[in-house]
C-alpha cells in the first residue's frame, strides 16, 4: 500500500501533543502515531512536514525497517530529540497500518502475548507531604496499586508542568540538590511506613543529584526495599552511573532522556542498571524500542517504558503491546489520562486493580477525534527549570 500523504495534529486538550497521520491509498486505511516532545512541539511538526512528508509520498507502507533507515541514517546528521519524535510519529503510524491490514492487534505482530495484562505504577501527587501520604494509602487500598510512585522534589512544586497559558519563558521550581536530599530521605521512609512493606515504591530523582548526593540517598533508602531509583543522576556521563552502580545495591532504572540504541548500551552490557526505561518517542517508535528490548533481555535488564501524561495514550498503548509480548518486561509508569484527553484520543490501555489490560483491535487500536482536537489549540508551553533559592544558580529539573 502506498503513502499518499503525511499529516500533522498538534492539540493541547490539558498537554500539547503532536500526532502524525499517514495516509494511504485505501482512504480506509491509515495510522496514527505520537510524535510529542514536550516544550519543542513545533520543531517536530516543521521537521515532519516540511522534510520527511515529501519523501514519504508514495512509499510502500510495509517496509517499516527501511523507511526507519532511510529517516535515521539518510539524514546523515544522526539522531537528536526532534528527529528521534518526528521519527517515532512515522514509525508508530506504520506500524498501526501494518496491524490494520493484517486485521491483527500490534503485540500480535510482535509475536504474540506472553502474559494477560500489564503491571502498573502510578504517580503520588499532592501539594503537601501529608496530602501525598494520604493519596499513597488510598492509592492502595482504594485503587488496589500494588506499586506507587513518588518524586523527589519541593511539594510546592506540583503543578508547575502544565500548559495552563501560553508562556514566554518556562517557570521556575526552588531546588537545591545539596540541601533538600535529606528532606527526600525521610519522605521516602514516612511512605514506607504508611503504605507497609508488601507494596513497590519507586522513587524517581529525575536526574537532580550529583553522584555524590545520589549514593547518599540511595544508601540510606537501602533498608526500606525501594522497587527502584529512577534516574538518580543527569544521563550525560556513563561513568557516573558506574559509580552509583558500585556504591550501593538498589535497584536503578534509567534512561528516559536516551535518545538511541547507543546510549543505552554501556548501561545495559555492563550492568549498572537493572531496569531500561526510554521514552518510545525519543528513541524512534516500536522499530526501536524491539531492539533497545531484546539487548535489554539479553543482559538481564527489564523494561519499564516512560509513561507520564505528556506521552499520549496512543503511546501507552503502544507501550503494553511491547509488554505483553516481552519476556523482559518489567513494569508499566501508567500516567493518569484526563477526561479531555479521551475526549480527543479514542483507545489506550484501561487500569483496573493495579495492572492494564486492552480491548483487541487491529493496529494500536486508537484513533484521533481530529474536530475534538481543534477545539484544543496548541499553547506554547516549556519544561520548568529549577534554581537554588540561596544563589539562583539553574539546576537540574
Ligand atoms: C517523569 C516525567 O514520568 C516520569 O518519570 O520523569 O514526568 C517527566 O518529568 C516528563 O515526561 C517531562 O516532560
Ligand atoms: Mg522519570
Redesign the pocket.
Known amino acids: 500500500m502506498k503513502i499518499t500523504d503525511v499529516r500533522t495534529i498538534l492539540t493541547c486538550p490539558k498537554q500539547n501533543y503532536l500526532f502524525i497521520k499517514i495516509m494511504t491509498e485505501d482512504p480506509e486505511i491509515y495510522g496514527i502515531g505520537d510524535a510529542s516532545m514536550n516544550g519543542r512541539e513545533k520543531a517536530v511538526e516543521d521537521l515532519t512536514l516540511e522534510y520527511l512528508r515529501p519523501m514519504l509520498i508514495g512509499m510502500d507502507t510495509d517496509r517499516i525497517e527501511e523507511i526507519w533507515q532511510l529517516i535515521y541514517r539518510g539524514t546523515y546528521w544522526r539522531g537528536g530529540n526532534i528527529m528521534m519524535s518526528a521519527l517515532c510519529g512515522i514509525d508508530m503510524a506504520l506500524w498501526d497500518i501494518k496491524g490494520k491490514i493484517a486485521g491483527l492487534p500490534l503485540y500480535s505482530l510482535l509475536g504474540g502475548k506472553v502474559r494477560d495484562k500489564v503491571l502498573c505504577y502510578s504517580h503520588v501527587l499532592g501539594k503537601t507531604n501529608e496530602e501525598k501520604i494520604e493519596k499513597a494509602a488510598s492509592f492502595v487500598q482504594e485503587k488496589g496499586l500494588k506499586v506507587i510512585r513518588l518524586?523527589a522534589g519541593l511539594p510546592s512544586a506540583n503543578g508547575t508542568l502544565n500548559a495552563d497559558g501560553i508562556q514566554n519563558t518556562p517557570k521556575v521550581e526552588d531546588w537545591d540538590p545539596e540541601f533538600w536530599a535529606d528532606d527526600m530521605i525521610n519522605y521516602f521512609i514516612k511512605i514506607r511506613q504508611v503504605v507497609g512493606d508488601k507494596v513497590g515504591i519507586i522513587y524517581?530523582l529525575?536526574e537532580r543529584f550529583s553522584p555524590e548526593r545520589a549514593i547518599y540517598i540511595m544508601r540510606k533508602l537501602e533498608p526500606y526495599n525501594p522497587f527502584f531509583i529512577?534516574?538518580p543522576i543527569a544521563p550525560d556521563c556513563f561513568e557516573s552511573l558506574k559509580t552509583v552502580r558500585e556504591h550501593t545495591n538498589v535497584p536503578i532504572a534509567f534512561g528516559?532522556l536516551y535518545k538511541s540504541r547507543w546510549e543505552c548500551l554501556p548501561g545495559i552490557t555492563n550492568r549498572w542498571l537493572d531496569f531500561i526505561?526510554c521514552d518510545l518517542i525519543r528513541i524512534g517508535g516500536i522499530t526501536e524500542a524491539r531492539k533497545i528490548g531484546a539487548i535489554a533481555e539479553t543482559y538481564d535488564v527489564k523494561t519499564a517504558w516512560?509513561g507520564?501524561n505528556d506521552v499520549s495514550p496512543i503511546t501507552h498503548a503502544v507501550n503494553w503491546h511491547l509488554n505483553v509480548s516481552a519476556y523482559n518486561f518489567g513494569i508499566q509508569e501508567d500516567g493518569t489520562v484526563d477526561d479531555t484527553v479521551k475526549e480527543v484520543v479514542k483507545g489506550g490501555p484501561v487500569y483496573k486493580d493495579g495492572y492494564l489490560t486492552m480491548e483487541d483491535k487491529p493496529g494500536i487500536g486508537c484513533d484521533v477525534d481530529e474536530e475534538a482536537a481543534k477545539k484544543y489549540p496548541y499553547k506554547r508551553a516549556y519544561i520548568p527549570v529549577c534554581k537554588r533559592p540561596s544563589d539562583n544558580s539553574l539546576c537540574d529539573w
Open positions: 518524586r524517581d529525575h529512577e534516574d528516559e526505561r516512560h507520564p
